[in-house]
């Protein structure tokens, strides 16, 4: 198996779904000649044409109403976002027609199409490019949202999304698109939508987390081992459909809970996540589970977009405040 970065794993899993399925199209902003602006199409649009890779115009609301338009016609499109601070103009298209179509239609017209938008701080960039929304998507009923943290998941997400009957929004965390390689299996396999993946075993405390936060939160916890503290790490990867035994049955283990991700605290999923924890392990806390988010404010521009986002420190720090209640 060849060594790849996250951003490859996605390639390889957009080349791997066109060469096997001629429904799946891909379409989006700079997708095609140019190879996408992180290069996560580079050499699909020479390999499979302009009819298969499609480059669009600025225009989100219109890539995900035609991408909507080609899954009632049996295709399988995957759009990009090219960030997903860009993806408010489509968002009518998502929730109104997207998410409903399968309930409109009476199930006659799922709308087998992913959306995938690059999302999250921590790359320096611009306003309107390091936003982290996706409560927004994981609060609409229709939605699957999905975020893969390794090489390996995001090719395996991805083809599991590609072939799932429902609408998928794909995220993938910028931040961590390069900063570091694992084996990739060949060919198609998928990674189940709705399973989450334990990262590390521990006794004292569960982080909870996803994205570029799960090597931040796998830092915490090796800091955390440095003082004999027995952090476990559960990367949630699927956001909806969420993996509830996995949280729940880790929580009652440990009788501790961090929440660790980059969007604003208030209304974020780590608010969902410590409702269900409370009301389905209650009685097997230990102490009141800690949120370590962003901040509720835009995300800031270059010199404080550090502070901004969760850092092993602020995260060793909850769980200090866990231990000790």
Known sequence: MAEKTLVQGIHDGLRTALGQYEEVVVLGEDVGKNGGVFRA????WEEFGDERVIDTPLAEAGIVGAAIGMAVNGLRPVAEI????????????IVTHAARLRTRTQGQYPASLVIRAPYGGGIRAPELHSDSTESLFVHTPGLKVVVPSTPADAKGLLLASIRDPDPV????PMKIYRSFREEVPEGWYEVPIGKARKVR????????????????????????AERGISCEVLDLRSLYPLDEEAVIASVKKTGRAVIIHEAPKTAGMGAELAARIHELAFLWMEAPVERVTGYDVPVPMFALEDEFLPSPGRIEAAVRKVIHF
């Open 41 to 44: 199409t580079e050499g699909l």
């Open 82 to 93: 090219q960030f997903m601070g860009f993806i408010y103009p489509a968002f009518e298209q």
């Open 169 to 172: 929004i794909y995220l993938e």
């Open 201 to 224: 075993e521990g006794d004292d405390v569960t982080l909870i987390t996803w994205g570029a936060m799960v090597p931040v939160a796998q830092r915490a916890a090796r800091s955390c």
